[in-house]
Antibody, heavy 120, light 106 residues
Framework: QVQLQESGPGLVKPSQTLFLTCSVSGGSISSGGYYWGWIRQHPGTGLEWIGYIHSSGNTFFYPSLQRRSTISRDTSKNQFSLTLSSVTSADTAVYYC????????????WGQGALVTVSS | DIQMTQSPSTLSASIGDRVTITCRASQSINSWLAWYQQKPGKAPNLLIS???ILENGAPSRFSGSGSGTEFTLTISSLQPGDFAIYYCQQYKSYPYTFGQGTKLEI
């Protein structure tokens, strides 16, 4: 059974860069045609897809976040990471990593989530 | 972007009730719709894909229907663990978008 776990700083200063890592166990991020993504949830509100990286290494992003977002992977560690630059308080959210099913766009496995607060 | 609108935003119900949540898309998404359940402090959990396919492990009291622009999630007989927030998500086209959620409360 695939499991995902987010890790990273819980507090980031405005204008700095947010960096989160998702560690995957029970399956390889470089095989099977899956997509490995990031979704965030602002406090008390709904869900916003950020982007993901395919098992091939191709990346896809939500247009409004694309300019500030990077998703990379370390296949030797079976991890993938999110970098979000120039953060503001509007980026305060719970960040989830999740696995997207290969031939359809739903997310079938999620990490537990990591709260990131942007504050000085 | 395709806008997803859920109704109601909050639904009050009792154990044993049959409840229905509606999700409308701003344009046709065929049957490319998923439903998730989220409990406080937890990640969303996939319940239904392709509008009506119940995921392994999801209780059979959950069912989904619809196509095009209008979809429903029905819980046939509410159980205590069903009180949560429910989200729909379209995956017809990028960027994938979620509804704003429906809070199911006692």
């Amino acid at each position: 059974q695939v499991q995902l776990q987010e890790s990273g700083p819980g507090l980031v200063k405005p204008s700095q860069t947010l960096f989160l890592t998702c560690s995957v166990s029970g399956g390889s991020i470089s095989s099977g045609g899956y997509y490995w993504g990031w979704i965030r949830q602002h406090p008390g509100t709904g869900l916003e897809w950020i982007g993901y990286i395919h098992s091939s290494g191709n990346t896809f992003f939500y247009p409004s976040l694309q300019r500030r977002s990077t998703i990379s992977r370390d296949t030797s560690k079976n991890q993938f990471s999110l970098t979000l630059s120039s953060v503001t308080s509007a980026d305060t959210a719970v960040y989830y990593c999740a696995r997207r099913f290969p031939i359809a766009g739903y997310f079938d496995t999620w990490g537990q989530g990591a709260l990131v607060t942007v504050s000085s | 972007d395709i806008q997803m609108t859920q109704s109601p935003s909050t639904l009050s119900a009792s154990i044993g009730d049959r409840v229905t949540i509606t999700c409308r898309a701003s344009q046709s998404i065929n049957s490319w719709l998923a439903w998730y359940q989220q409990k406080p402090g937890k990640a969303p959990n996939l319940l239904i894909s392709k509008a009506s396919i119940l995921e392994n492990g999801a209780p059979s009291r959950f069912s989904g229907s619809g196509s095009g622009t209008e979809f429903t999630l029905t819980i046939s007989s509410l159980q205590p663990g069903d009180f949560a927030i429910y989200y729909c998500q379209q995956y017809k086209s990028y960027p994938y978008t979620f509804g704003q959620g429906t809070k199911l409360e006692i």
